[in-house]
């Protein structure tokens, strides 16, 4: 295993630990996944965190073309992560969680609005909220892609939110920050609601984000997208 592949799992087990130590997660429902040359990284099922080790993480063919690699069996949401790491060119991670006022609007299925400036970290003027579908299949996976378009968050219904990143780190975040704003907005509802900031507030918010936030990593070059297709059932 070359050394990269090997920090990259370990960050991915820190990570996870990170999630529930953040309060953003409970349990073993949140997944993470990264690229690695032209594979997936993904955490595995129902393993408890302070228990994952670096050789438990799954991997997937980035292609779609193959089963999944590993000691454990992957995320049962492989599907949305392979579905958005290959097709978002500024996905290089993402991060599934189910913070508890991410989960409140998304039980709600409620979108997050212009309610703050930092919703331009995340693309544009609101988080919107994809349709419900159960977990693990491939029309959460459409869903979640549709939701989350020229975007890098969203929430699903009645489940939990997804963030993607150019980084693992900036994916973490992202995952965080979104769990701000939604806690933000959710008690601005019970004191009349909040007043919302026009699009071009947030575009200029968005504009001075070029020189601000957190800085990207070094990471290796992205290999080259494989033809898009389906992606093979474990």
Known sequence: MKPMEKALRREIVARCREMNASGINQGTSGNISVIFEDRM????????????????IASFPLDGGGAWDGTKM?????????DLLRE???????????PPYCTTLAIARKEIPACHYMIAAFGGNNIRCAGYATFGTQKLADLALAAIRDRTACLLANHGMIAIGETLAKAMWRAIELETIARQYYLSL???????????????????????????????PRTKKAPRRRAAKA
């Open 41 to 56: 990284l993904i955490s595995p099922s129902a393993i408890p965190y302070d228990q994952l080790e670096p050789e438990m």
């Open 74 to 82: 992957p995320s049962t949401e492989w599907r949305f992560h392979l």
């Open 88 to 98: 978002r060119a500024d996905a290089q991670a993402v991060v599934h969680a189910h």
């Open 190 to 220: 019970q004191i009349g609601g909040p007043v919302l900031l026009s699009d071009a507030a947030i575009e200029r918010t968005a504009r001075g984000f070029a020189g601000y936030g957190l800085q990207d990593e070094a990471k290796p």
